[in-house]
T-cell receptor
Framework: ETGVTQSPTHLIKTRGQQVTLRCSSQ?????VSWYQQALGQGPQFIFQ???????GRGNFPPRFSGLQFPNYSSELNVNALELDDSALYLC????????????FGPGTRLTVL | AQTVTQSQPEMSVQEAETVTLSCTYD???????LFWYKQPPSRQMILVIR??????QNATENRFSVNFQKAAKSFSLKISDSQLGDAAMYFC???????????????FGKGITLSVRP
């Protein structure tokens, strides 16, 4: 069974740029949730994708957007990057629209200069 | 809205000893799920243990067990026979019952850094 994978591992961008982060869900899972983890904090829920549609959103602005593909992999896009977007971005996959246990990937460390 | 509080930022334990990590939460829901996740320096969040609020019996997973006090809204993690590999950040998390979409989001505490002394 393949676990959750994310790419890239690290990324450095400058303020105002756009970034795309990728997540491959665990085999058999149809739901991907994205979280932002600032340094020294617990993860904060960004949004969830289920069967290619956004299925719930946390308190993040519209410049945070996403996609889910037919194979249930997902992308997180952030436009107009701000310094405060520097964080570890985690994706978690699960079945049953998140009602089941969520399993996390290793994360992408984004640094905005 | 639900909140999760981990008031101890750091703890230390001697190898082979037992340590307890504290967590409290606030909710108006009667049924929910609670989790402890471990995040080692590799950054990957690993599920340690899960507790369903409707179950009175405390969950156990090998050396890990919880003390779930529903009335007190307390959910502590006990690690027995601590090993060097247990050193990590530990997060307590809450999830609503039967939730889907945003209702299935995990609400995390700020975490506690556990160090293990050889």
């Amino acid at each position: 069974e393949t676990g959750v994978t994310q790419s890239p591992t690290h990324l450095i961008k400058t303020r105002g740029q756009q970034v795309t982060l990728r997540c491959s869900s665990q085999s058999g899972h149809n739901t991907v949730s994205w979280y932002q983890q600032a340094l020294g904090q617990g993860p904060q829920f960004i949004f969830q994708y289920y069967r290619e549609e956004e299925n719930g959103r946390g308190n993040f602005p519209p410049r945070f957007s996403g996609l889910q593909f037919p194979n249930y992999s997902s992308e997180l896009n952030v436009n107009a990057l701000e310094l405060d977007d520097s964080a570890l971005y985690l994706c978690a996959s699960s079945s049953d629209r998140g009602a089941d246990t969520q399993y996390f990937g290793p994360g992408t460390r984004l640094t905005v200069l | 809205a639900q909140t999760v509080t981990q008031s101890q930022p750091e703890m230390s334990v001697q190898e082979a000893e037992t340590v307890t990590l504290s967590c409290t939460y606030d909710t108006s829901e009667s049924d929910y799920y609670l989790f402890w996740y471990k995040q080692p320096p590799s950054r990957q969040m690993i599920l340690v243990i899960r507790q369903e609020a409707y179950k009175q019996q405390n969950a156990t997973e090998n050396r890990f067990s919880v003390n779930f006090q529903k009335a007190a809204k307390s959910f502590s993690l006990k690690i027995s026979d601590s090993q060097l590999g247990d050193a990590a950040m530990y997060f307590c998390a809450y999830r609503s019952p039967g939730g889907a979409g945003a209702n299935s989001k995990l609400t995390f505490g700020k975490g506690i850094t556990l160090s293990v002394r050889p």
